[in-house]
Each structure stands twice: as C-alpha cells, then as structure tokens.
C-alpha cells in the first residue's frame, strides 16, 4: 500500500463560506495501481491531489504515504520567466538533489525543446512552458505521478509525443489522475473515485464510475436548471409586489 | 530521518541558489548589485562615525573598523526579523512541490542573506582595517560564532513573529519602533561602557547587546567585554530557537499565509 486515508475531512473557505470538500474519507492508491478521480469543477480533485502528495494537510484524520509522490503534474506556478528553461530546470534539479549533470538536457529532450534550452521561459513560444512543465514532471523518478485535470498538454502538437511518454515514463509505476472530463479517465485508468459532495465512492469499473459521473453531473444540471427558473419566477412576482407597492403609495400621496 | 535531513537540506540550499541568482536579476551584474546594497546601508553610518570624530568612540577602537563589527550584523538581524512572514508569502508557490515547508523557504532567503552580509562583513572590514591600521581579529573562530549568532537570532525572531503578522498584519509597525532604539542599545554605535554603571542591569538582557560587545571583544586588541557572555546568547538562541520553531509550526496548520 503506498497512500492510504483513513477517516480525512478537509473543510475549505471561499469567499467567508466553508464548503466541506471531503467527509470522512477513506481510500487507498497502490503503488503500482493506475486510478482517476472524477468530480465536477470546484468539488475538490486538486486538492484532494495535494493531500495525496502531502503539500495540504487535512483537518480531520490520518494520511499514511509509503513512496515517492510526484506533485501535481504539470506545475508551472515556480517558473520564473526572466530565468533561461535551463536554470528554471536546475532549481527542481536542485530541489530533489538529482546530481546528475545533464538532467536539464535530458529534460529538454524528452520534452522536444532542446532549441530553446538557454533561452529566456518568456521569450520561448508558449507551447515550450506547457512542454516543460509536462517533461519536468514525467521526467522526474517518482513511484506515483499526479496529474491534475489532464495527461499532457492539451496542445494539438505534443499530444501524441506525451501520449507516448505517459505510457513509457509510467509504465509499472502509480498513476493518480484527477479531472472532470470522463474521456481522460477512461483512457488512463483502470478504476475510478467519484467525488461528489464530498463524499468519495470507488469503481472497479471505470465505465460505471463515469456512467455515475455522468448521472450526478445530469442531475445537477437539472437542479440547477430547477433552481434558475424558480429564481426568475421569484423575481417575476417579486417585480409585481413591488408594483403594487408603489401603487399603494402613489394612492396614498394623492 | 536522514533521507527527510537530506531532503530538507535539498530544499534549503536550491531556494538559497535561486534566491542569488533572482537578486537584481534584470540587472547587468546582478548579484553585485545586492552586494552594493547591503555596502551602502552601511557606508552611511561609518560616514557619519568619521565624521563625527570622538562622537561615542573610545581609546584603541578605529571608528570605521568599530563601526562595521556592529552594524553590519545588526542590519543583518534586523533584515531578517522583519521580513519572515513577507518572505513565506513571495515564495508561497514553491509550496506546491511535496516535501518543500515554510521553513526551507526562512532558511533558504536567510541563507542567502548571510551569503550577503557574509560577503560584504569581509571585503570591508579587510579595507577599513588596512586603512586603519587594525591588527587581525584577537579570535576570529569567536567574529564567526557571533556573526552566525546575530543571523539565528534573526531567523528566531522573525519565527516568533510570523504568527503576530498573520494574526494583525499591522504588527510589525508597532514592533519595528521599539526595535529602532536597538541601534543605539545594542552596541552598535555606543559599547555599554559609555553608559553610566547603573544603567547596565537594565541594559544586559538584550542578547543583541552580548552579540556587539563579544565581536568587539573578539575583533579588537584594545577591548574586553565587562558584561558580554557567550553562554548566555547560546540560552537566548536555544530558547528562542525553540519557541520559533514550535510558532511556527502553529502558524503552518492554522494561521493562513497573509
């Protein structure tokens, strides 16, 4: 077992409200299991990617980790653009205290950007930081990668080349996918997490995890859909209510 | 332990490379200039020590060497003090790589910060010392144990303080008044001999006050130290050291980053 939860909850704040992301969650990833987490927007899959890897904490409960987890893939917010690729590539070289030298090349190749190694990040063209922050992850020795919304960038050009470099890199090692699009699971996981309200449910069967996805998603469009049309007829006999306020005062004034 | 000791030093010693190499990195000569900075905080204060000739200097203690074995460490202490919380909120996003904490950020730009003042401490104590005539430091292993005292103290500080910024972001403007009179408390202009005897049990709790007068002691033939004790800036440091830690842990998991 390499990253087990036992009884997590995570309570977030936005904007001065608390949402509970997750409800006393338990949920184990093998090291060598390749699993998807499925959830709509804002339901909580990155950050139940940073407990994972351990860069959150939770609130409640206990998170055990047995390997080496990789951040959530890709991570572009530590680049520093008036830095050359090279030195953005030697602080995470740096970081994990890889000694090999040509680990920046290394990165560069698998990454096909070689031509623009000692060149500044904000003059290279913008596919080079999607490839960068792809090959800097996969690149890495971890025993299990994350990857956050999608596997590689979703660029027409590099997507079969990080295809291919998913499969290769990953190969016998953990792979935890997040995201709300059905298709990227489907295509890289063998099972599935559906998160939903904060509460996690597992599928053996990637195809009935997202047929469920998929259920929870229609119901909450319908909901929602419900709640807007209630919304305008509140305001629509609110308007008339008014109306006849203002009717009344007018009779009174006269 | 030791892979997570390896880890960690991993962290620390990449922000601290980082942190040089961004310093006035749009500049031509980049890092020079953060050297330049640091000399220029100083170069006004032995200005005015020279200029001001006899103003607080003593027998045997050339004003511009004297100067510099003070202010140097305290801008240094100072610098750090003040900016911990400031600078766990510039490199929070650094945060998102596992195993980085807010502390490898503190050790990482304080590292950094020593390289600076480091640097600076030796290039020009060596020229005013020639030009002064200073003989070499009585115990130099002693200008380094102290110099590495003020930059912990710094560092110790700024962790007790970073939950109190998180708290009340204002705090700091309250807290940096007091601390001015520290220039003038703390054996950087004045040693606590010129203070008349009475006063020195109210001075001597100051662990600043021990770091001045011990490089002094250490640095200069023509001074010994009535009231500098190294044991105690060693319990100031340990205890400090301890609280620091222990606060900011605290301000890890419960006080978000402002």
């Known amino acids: ?24 969650t338990n949920l184990c990833v093998e090291n060598d299991a390749r699993v998807g987490i499925l959830g709509g927007p804002k339901s909580g899959k990155t950050t139940l990617l940073r407990l994972i890897c351990g860069t959150e904490t939770p609130d409640t409960g206990i998170i055990k980790r047995d390997d080496n987890i990789s951040w ?14 090279a030195l953005n590539i030697r602080f995470v070289q740096r970081l994990y205290g890889i000694k090999h030298k040509d680990f920046p090349r290394q990165i560069a190749e698998l990454g096909g950007f070689l031509e623009f190694l000692n060149v500044e990040l904000q003059k290279c063209p913008p596919l080079v930081k999607a490839q960068l922050t792809f090959a800097l992850g996969i690149g890495m020795d971890f025993d299990i990668y994350l990857f956050d919304d999608r596997v590689g960038p979703p660029q027409k050009q590099f997507k079969e080349r990080a295809t291919e470099l998913f499969k290769c890199r990953t190969e016998g090692r953990g792979v935890v996918v997040a995201s709300s699009i059905p298709a990227e699971i489907e295509a890289h996981c063998d099972s599935v997490f ?6 996690v449910t597992h599928f053996d069967d990637v195809k009935d995890g997202v047929s469920h996805f998929k259920n929870l998603m229609k119901a909450a469009n319908e909901k929602q859909k419900n709640a807007e049309e209630a919304k305008e007829d509140d305001e629509g006999a609110g308007g008339t209510e008014e109306a006849a306020d203002g009717m009344e005062e007018l009779a009174a004034a006269l | 332990m030791l892979k997570l000791l390896q880890a960690q030093l991993n962290a620390i010693s990449a922000i601290s490379i980082r942190e040089m190499q961004l310093q006035q990195a749009t500049l031509m000569y980049g890092y020079a200039w953060a050297l330049f900075d640091a000399l220029l905080s100083v170069g006004g204060l032995v200005l005015i020590k020279v200029l001001l000739k006899g103003f607080g200097g003593m027998p045997g203690l050339q004003p511009m060497t004297f100067v510099l074995t003070g202010a140097l460490p305290w801008f240094m202490f100072s610098g750090l003090w003040h900016g911990t919380n400031g600078t766990i909120k510039k490199h929070q996003k650094l945060l998102s790589f596992p195993g980085v904490t807010p502390l490898d950020i503190v050790f990482g730009t304080a590292l950094q910060t020593l390289t600076t003042y480091g640097v600076v401490f030796l290039l020009t104590t060596t020229v005013t010392s020639a030009i002064e005539g200073v003989p070499f430091p009585r115990f130099p292993m002693g200008v380094i144990l102290v110099f590495l005292s003020a930059w912990l103290m710094g560092v110790f ?33 004045f040693m606590i001999t010129e203070f008349p005897s009475y006063v020195w049990p109210y001075m001597v709790w100051n662990p600043m006050l021990h770091v001045g007068e011990l490089m002094r002691t250490y640095w200069f033939q023509a001074y010994n130290t009535p009231v500098g004790r190294p044991l105690y800036v060693v319990e100031c440091l340990m205890g400090m050291g301890a609280l620091g830690l222990l606060l900011e842990r605290y301000a890890r998991r419960r006080l978000p980053i402002v």
């Open chain 1, 1 to 24: 077992m390499s990253v087990s939860f036992q009884n997590v909850g995570k309570v977030v704040h936005r904007a001065g409200r608390a949402y509970e992301l997750l409800h006393d």
């Open chain 1, 194 to 199: 559906v998160l939903d309200d904060g509460r």
């Open chain 1, 72 to 85: 959530p893939i890709p991570l572009a917010n530590f680049l520093v653009n008036t830095s050359s690729v």
């Open chain 2, 157 to 189: 500080l700024g962790l007790i303080f970073m939950p109190l910024t998180r708290l009340y972001p204002p705090a700091m403007k309250f807290i940096s008044f007091p601390f001015r009179l520290g220039l003038f408390l703390s054996s950087v202009f």
